[in-house]
């Protein structure tokens, strides 16, 4: 028998289906996370098992999550997904409660006083579940898994961080398992109650 050929996507391109609210460009992504088994007990924490997947992005050094416009055919959690497939190669689980909201300006735009080029976007975390080979646009975008404290020195603005920040927090309110867990389940833990800046800033 032949090999069998991959799975082939296709990015979307233009603007015609942009939504707006007002001046703003409406932009959807997520930040797309996964969950690393640690032998060691003392470090089966939060912060020690999570890796979050950043891209790179033309002519930069720093790193960014996926994201991207929001179109008025889809959802904005599909706008997400969408995103995290088109950038990062990713598909998985997105949970429906957003991350936050928050306004800036396109990278193109940085220096203008006027709104042209302003976006509110709205962040997902997004449990992968699968990494493709080939995706739209693997030639822009190179994809990274990071720990928590490089992803906070690699976000490029203070709304980047506080969307990890965010996602961290969503993630902290759950139980989290590790396989050994699974036979034993009177071995699971809750995450400290603390702030996350303060978490990070102890982990960094």
């Not at 992803?151 to 969307?163: T, V």
């Amino acid at each position: 028998m032949g090999e069998v050929a991959p799975e082939v996507f296709f990015a979307r391109t233009g603007r015609n289906r942009q939504r707006f609210d007002e001046n703003y460009r409406l932009v959807a992504g997520c930040i797309p996370y996964r969950l690393k088994l640690v032998q060691d007990k003392v470090r089966d924490g939060l912060l020690n098992r999570l890796e979050v997947l950043m891209i790179s992005s033309p002519n930069r050094r720093d790193l960014i999550f996926p994201k991207g416009g929001w179109e008025n055919d889809e959802t904005l959690g599909e706008a997400a997904c969408r995103e995290a497939l088109e950038e990062a190669g990713v598909r998985g689980i997105i949970n429906e409660s957003i991350l936050g909201e928050w306004k800036f300006r396109s990278k193109s735009r940085q220096n203008s006083c006027s709104l042209e080029g302003t976006c509110k976007g709205y962040m997902f975390a997004l449990e992968v579940t699968e990494e493709l080979q080939y995706w739209p646009e693997q030639d822009n975008h190179e994809r990274r898994w990071v720990c928590v404290s490089e992803a906070w020195k690699l976000c490029r603005y203070d709304w980047m961080r506080e969307a990890l920040a965010a996602c961290i927090k969503v993630l902290s309110d759950r139980i989290i398992f590790s396989n050994d867990n699974l036979v034993e389940p009177s071995n699971y833990y809750f995450v400290k109650t603390t702030t996350t800046e303060q978490a990070i800033d102890s982990f960094c």
